[in-house]
């Protein structure tokens, strides 16, 4: 294997510009699928930042007869929940808000949450700093905060000793008592703009328990679900304590109905998101798609560029499946090195734009490039070389060996003319020469050289020989009649000796032209 893959990586070098193209144009649809990915698995797939975020639940009052614009309860819904419902290990509400802050550098205007103490206990997350408030102190009104992580490092400067400090919320002395880890982030707002930079006591007042606020949905509840507790039971639980609130309802909401609903935190969190995220990676699928056909067409148009190399090596006796196995490795080159190199530009992109993504996406802390979404990078090149490949491997090892070999074959001559010459057959007569003892001399010398020009002559085939009028003139001629009947006399390796006066010279060769049968 190991061999292959140095033969398809110097096959590939080979041809630089066809390698080049495919990487790049593999690198932009697999980085681009990455980085889509990198969001789908960060906001859909992954769990949330929770300890064992599969028990928390959402709870709300559903109001017949009217659109509440999404899951709420009103403050008296809280306390009633909270006090009278048994499926819950903690259960508290919140409520977005906003305050001027002051007293730490220059008044700004910040985003924060009021929540009852039963939210911190129901997520379960410890504070890097400090505690949370209890409930206790929610009851009791008291001004205490927690601050974000980031609140903590950007306004502060990451002061370790902020516990204790005091703080202006509207003009109002809060203390604070705790800061948050760095990943923690509640309410799950869609977006940068609205999270919370600090947490502080619900403290309800009031008006805000009685009279028309029992008509006000304008808070949220979670929990978390007792170990063996579904979300049906937990709603059958809370359904008993929305009837007895409704009999508490004044007058002018008699004719109010309402029930509970218990949704998972995760998919209430994510339903709006969802759509946009899968068109968005239905997107880069369709690019992905596309330069996966465009490498197999470029691998199509090398392999048939390459037919007479592939017919070559089928001839000296390489096996279909080594051909094949070469043709899938040279694809897997191209596919992986452009894959490593769409996962360092999916970083970079994802480094660069993730405050461009829009506002309605939730769980932005959760998106990055992780181990799962490198592996699945990874995975996406390999499949991405297998499938861009195995068409055209297969096309390559189809090539006919014969009918490739033929077509690189070099072109026959022309026809001739055989009206421009006709061949002519010399039919050689030489006499016997046991009648002569002992043999002349001069014959046996130049014996040799006769039979050298016989075999010249008979060599010459009629084909070779004929040609036509032009081309006649510039041909060699093959070895003339008279040098063969003169040999004798021409070609004298030895000294003749002596001839004594009975010793008849050499007869002469006769010959005589034929036309062939």
Same mark, same amino acid.
């Given at each position: 294997?190991?061999?292959?893959?140095?033969?398809?990586?110097?096959?590939?070098?080979?041809?630089?510009?066809?390698?080049?193209?495919?990487?790049?144009?593999?690198?932009?649809?697999?980085?681009?699928?990455?980085?889509?990915?990198?969001?789908? *698995?960060?906001? $859909?797939?992954?769990?949330?930042?929770?300890?064992?975020?599969?028990?928390?639940?959402?709870?709300?009052?559903?109001?017949?007869?009217?659109?509440?614009?999404?899951?709420?309860?009103?403050?008296?819904?809280?306390?009633?929940?909270?006090?009278?419902?048994?499926?819950?290990?903690?259960?508290?509400?919140?409520?977005?808000?906003?305050? *001027?802050?002051? =007293?730490? =550098?220059?008044?700004?205007?910040?985003?924060?949450?009021?929540?009852?103490?039963?939210?911190?206990?129901?997520?379960?997350?410890?504070?890097?700093? =400090?505690?949370?408030?209890?409930? %206790? *102190?929610?009851?009791?009104?008291?001004?205490?905060?927690?601050?974000?992580?980031?609140?903590?490092?950007?306004?502060?400067?990451?002061?370790?000793?902020?516990?204790?400090?005091?703080?202006? /919320?509207?003009?109002?002395?809060?203390?604070?008592? =705790?800061?948050?880890?760095?990943?923690?982030?509640?309410? /799950?707002?869609?977006?940068?703009?609205?999270?919370?930079?600090?947490?502080?006591?619900?403290?309800? %007042?009031?008006?805000?328990?009685?009279?028309?606020?029992?008509?006000?949905? !304008?808070? %949220?509840?979670?929990?978390?679900?007792?170990? !063996?507790?579904?979300?049906?039971?937990?709603?059958?639980?809370?359904?008993?304590?929305?009837?007895?609130?409704?009999?508490?309802?004044?007058?002018?909401?008699?004719? @109010?109905?309402?029930?509970?609903?218990?949704?998972?935190?995760?998919?209430?969190?994510?339903?709006?998101?969802?759509?946009?995220?899968?068109?968005?990676?239905?997107?880069?699928?369709?690019?992905? @798609?596309?330069? &996966?056909?465009? /490498?197999?067409? @470029?691998?199509?148009?090398?392999?048939?560029?390459?037919?007479?190399?592939?017919?070559?090596?089928?001839? @000296?006796?390489?096996?279909?499946?080594?051909?094949?196995?070469?043709?899938?490795?040279?694809?897997?080159?191209?596919?992986?090195?452009?894959?490593?190199?769409?996962?360092?530009?999916?970083?970079?992109?994802?480094?660069?734009?993730?405050?461009?993504?829009?506002?309605?996406? #939730?769980?932005? !802390?959760?998106?990055?490039?992780?181990?799962?979404?490198?592996?699945?990078?990874?995975?996406?090149?390999?499949?991405?070389?297998?499938?861009?490949?195995?068409?055209?491997?297969?096309?390559?090892?189809?090539?006919?060996?014969?009918?490739?070999?033929?077509? !690189?074959?070099?072109?026959?001559?022309?026809?001739?003319?055989?009206?421009?010459?006709?061949?002519?057959?010399?039919?050689?007569?030489?006499?016997?020469?046991?009648?002569?003892?002992? #043999?002349?001399? &001069?014959?046996?010398?130049?014996?040799?050289? &006769?039979?050298?020009?016989?075999?010249?002559?008979?060599?010459?085939?009629?084909?070779?020989?004929?040609?036509?009028?032009?081309?006649?003139?510039?041909?060699?001629?093959?070895?003339?009649?008279?040098?063969?009947?003169? &040999?004798?006399?021409?070609?004298?390796?030895?000294?003749?000796?002596?001839?004594?006066?009975? $010793?008849?010279?050499?007869?002469?060769? *006769?010959?005589?032209?034929?036309?062939?049968?």
């Amino acid at each position: 294997m190991l061999r292959d893959l140095k033969i398809a990586i110097r096959h590939l070098s080979k041809s630089p510009g066809f390698s080049i193209t495919s990487v790049f144009m593999l690198a932009l649809g697999i980085g681009a699928t990455t980085a889509i990915f990198s969001i789908v *698995e960060g906001v $859909l797939l992954r769990p949330l930042p929770f300890p064992d975020p599969g028990h928390l639940v959402v709870l709300a009052d559903e109001l017949h007869g009217a659109d509440l614009g999404g899951y709420a309860v009103t403050g008296p819904d809280i306390v009633n929940y909270s006090r009278d419902t048994h499926s819950f290990t903690a259960l508290g509400g919140y409520q977005q808000f906003g305050h *001027e802050l002051s =007293g730490a =550098g220059e008044p700004a205007q910040i985003n924060d949450a009021r929540m009852t103490a039963g939210v911190f206990a129901a997520l379960e997350v410890e504070p890097l700093l =400090g505690r949370v408030f209890t409930q %206790q *102190e929610d009851d009791q009104k008291q001004r205490v905060a927690v601050l974000s992580y980031a609140t903590w490092q950007s306004r502060f400067h990451g002061d370790s000793g902020i516990l204790g400090q005091k703080i202006l /919320l509207d003009r109002k002395p809060y203390v604070v008592i =705790g800061v948050m880890p760095r990943n923690f982030e509640f309410p /799950l707002i869609p977006g940068h703009l609205n999270r919370s930079e600090l947490w502080i006591p619900m403290s309800f %007042q009031p008006e805000e328990l009685t009279g028309g606020a029992q008509a006000s949905w !304008g808070f %949220q509840m979670a929990g978390r679900l007792k170990p !063996g507790v579904t979300p049906a039971l937990a709603r059958e639980d809370a359904d008993r304590v929305a009837r007895e609130t409704m009999r508490s309802y004044p007058a002018f909401m008699a004719g @109010l109905r309402i029930t509970s609903v218990v949704h998972d935190l995760h998919e209430d969190t994510i339903a709006k998101a969802r759509p946009l995220v899968r068109t968005l990676f239905l997107a880069v699928a369709v690019v992905l @798609l596309i330069a &996966c056909a465009n /490498l197999a067409g @470029l691998l199509l148009v090398r392999a048939i560029r390459r037919r007479r190399e592939i017919a070559f090596r089928l001839a @000296l006796g390489s096996s279909a499946a080594t051909l094949l196995r070469q043709a899938l490795l040279e694809s897997l080159v191209l596919s992986v090195t452009g894959g490593v190199i769409g996962l360092v530009a999916a970083a970079i992109a994802l480094r660069v734009g993730t405050n461009l993504l829009p506002e309605t996406l #939730p769980l932005i !802390g959760n998106i990055g490039l992780d181990w799962p979404v490198a592996a699945f990078a990874l995975s996406l090149a390999v499949v991405t070389g297998v499938v861009s490949g195995v068409a055209p491997a297969f096309a390559a090892i189809r090539t006919s060996v014969n009918e490739t070999l033929k077509e !690189g074959a070099a072109p026959a001559p022309p026809a001739e003319d055989t009206r421009a010459s006709a061949p002519v057959w010399l039919s050689l007569k030489l006499p016997s020469l046991s009648s002569f003892s002992p #043999p002349p001399a &001069c014959c046996c010398a130049a014996s040799k050289k &006769c039979a050298k020009l016989t075999s010249a002559i008979a060599r010459t085939t009629p084909s070779s020989q004929t040609t036509t009028s032009r081309a006649s003139s510039t041909a060699p001629r093959p070895p003339s009649i008279s040098s063969i009947r003169n &040999c004798c006399v021409v070609s004298r390796p030895f000294p003749a000796p002596p001839a004594p006066a009975s $010793l008849p010279s050499c007869p002469p060769m *006769e010959h005589s032209a034929t036309k062939p049968s």
